[in-house]
């Protein structure tokens, strides 16, 4: 993943916030409390992992990205995200990281492969009922979403459903 940071990451958690006061949403829907842009996903990575995305991170220059209006997905549960156009930088980063980790990898996610991925931001994912959809949406769109976030890391994630378990940022 790249991390967000300040003050991109303040933003994303009130956003958060403010919707699940605004809609009684605290058990229903969990919010993303570590924004991060997603490059692959994995059961494991195997030895050599870190020493790779440290190679990767040191060799790519600090870019940014250019965020849009948030929408809503709905299937086994909604998401609310915030979506990142796909610029070179982004998907030359998200090719190289694929194929160069991809060996050191177990059980890849085919979601996030470079043909099907969809770089986005979480706001927010669970069961929502759908009388509060065009409220919802009506609330997201009072917002300016057109955000440039900066890119400048890469961290390694060991377990993603862990909120204790310590991020490797390079």
Request: proline share 9%.
């Amino acid at each position: 993943v790249t991390a967000i940071d300040h003050p991109w990451r303040e933003r994303i958690e009130d956003a958060w916030g403010e919707i699940k006061a605004l809609f009684n949403l605290r058990r229903e829907l969990a919010g993303q409390t570590e924004p991060r842009i997603v490059l692959q996903v994995a059961a494991g990575y195997g030895a050599g992992v870190s020493r790779l995305l440290g190679t990767i991170a040191a060799s790519t220059h600090p870019f940014e990205v250019q965020t849009g209006a948030p929408a809503i997905l709905k299937g086994p549960r909604y998401l609310i995200y915030v979506p990142v156009e796909a610029s070179d930088e982004l998907t030359a980063l998200h090719a190289r990281l694929w194929h160069e980790a991809a060996p050191l990898a177990q059980a890849l996610k085919p979601a996030y492969a470079p043909a099907t991925w969809a770089p986005h931001l979480t706001l927010a994912m669970g069961h929502l009922p759908e009388s509060i959809l065009p409220e919802l949406q009506h609330f997201l769109a009072l917002r300016d979403w057109r955000w440039r976030l900066p890119i400048g890391n890469l961290c390694l994630v060991p377990d993603d459903a862990s909120n204790i378990a310590p991020w490797t940022r390079f």
